[in-house]
């Protein structure tokens, strides 16, 4: 199916309009690098707690000598996520992507405090509590929002922006680590500047428009068009709003509010919701989180004991990710979304292997040269994971869903992401201490085929598709498959 072949198909533009690029509309830029902040907090503590964890551990005698407290206290902000991303696509329908990123910027300032001043291990683990809600509705959000204000030819490179944020905050906490390692209070200061970026996003956040999308089907039309029109010229801006006045359409002829349980009895949507939920689930199984939470504990298994040299060595892994993503927003929207993550995949099982190669040679050899190989294995694997696998779960989610289910969707689908994620980082270091460092990066390596195979079978491409042109791949997907398609004939489609 082609984009021309798609009613109303604005996927292309026409040889009267100029060509949009990333950096085309200064103020559809701001937006996303504010909105991007999100993204920031999500990969700042995901960053931060790996290196803080170390000297956790040399101050609570209780948390060095258990592996399982040391996975709670990483693990609860994946808890608190979980819940602020079922919550948050709720939130998100309700209140608008404004007000639900100003509610997570609260709760994570309020999270960052508590850990800081956290006098024993369980009042810290509160603490991850807080900061993991703040930052499951932000995951949720932040998407969301910029996908929604961005022209469809660039939406792919401004949406992997947030994901951009989020290597861009794993690399800053990296720097912080390093800055604090010789501080008193160390991992204090680590967990409570963690707040800054938060402060700094609800600041800004108060000055930003409602999403024109969500303003437009809530009725606000004058507001919606005010933004809009800060967004396209006046001839694309015609066509948006004619898009918009057709969806609005769509919702007027629903009978009932969209229930969770209608996502899962309409074809359509099930189709939708598989392909965007198995993404998010693979992105963490094929171990990328565990690279990050860990890395510094990764390379100490490899044979470096100094936690300065864990860290220095991390900040390089970490660098290498917001490189690759950088990459990353090129190549969505130019090689589009399902090409980009097969090709990621490829190179993360290549890397994986490289990983438990190294660790399984090591652990029968005394020579450092294998914890050298261990070390590029990482790296390797952020290179090849970064551009692909990292970027286009997130932004495939962001555009997938019919406005109505956006919210739901994109809550279950970084739902299914939080417990994913919750559950490798649970049971990483728990494996590893049963099987072995290498069998384990060999299991993830496993994962990664079939995450390849789920690619290839189950994702359409996405790029330079409108919103109701990639509704339309799914209606045909229903049809082809034999199932009928009352839920989108119920919200009006005529087709």
Known sequence: MTIESLPGSSGYLGASERKLTYFSNS?????????????????????????????????????????????????????????GAAAGGWVNDVYGRKKATLLADVVFAIGSIVMAAAPDPYVLIFGRLLVGLGIGMASVTAPMYIAEASPTEIRGGLVSTNVLMITGGQFLSYLVNLAFTEVPGTWRWMLGVSGVPAAIQFSLMLFLPESPRWLYMKKEKSQAIVVLSKIYDPYRLEEEIDQLAAALEEERQRKNAVRYSDVFRSE??????????????????????????????????????????????????????????????????HFGRRKLALSSLCGVIVSLALLSAAFFLESSSSNGFYGWIAVLGLALYIAFFSPGMGPVPWTVNSEIYPHSYRGICGGMSATVNWVSNLIVAQSFLSIADAVGTGATFLILAGIAVLAFAFVALFVPETKGLTFEEVEQIWREKARSSGYGSEAFLVAGDLS
């Open 268 to 333: 359509e949507i099930r189709l939708a919701f598989l392909a965007g939920a198995g993404l998010q689930a693979f992105q963490q199984f094929t171990g990328i989180n565990t690279v990050m939470y860990y890395s510094p504990t990764i390379v100490q298994m490899a044979g470096f004991s100094s936690n300065q040299l864990a860290l220095l060595l991390s900040l390089v892994v970490a660098l290498m990710n917001a490189a690759g993503t950088v990459v990353g927003i090129y190549l969505i929207d």
């Open 27 to 83: 103020y559809v830029l701001g937006l996303t690098l504010v909105a991007g902040i999100g993204g920031l907090l999500f990969g700042y503590d995901t960053g931060v707690i790996s290196g803080a964890l170390l000297y956790i551990r040399d101050e609570f005698e209780v948390v060095n000598q258990s592996s399982f407290l040391q996975e709670t206290i990483v693990s609860m902000a994946l808890v608190g996520a979980i819940i």
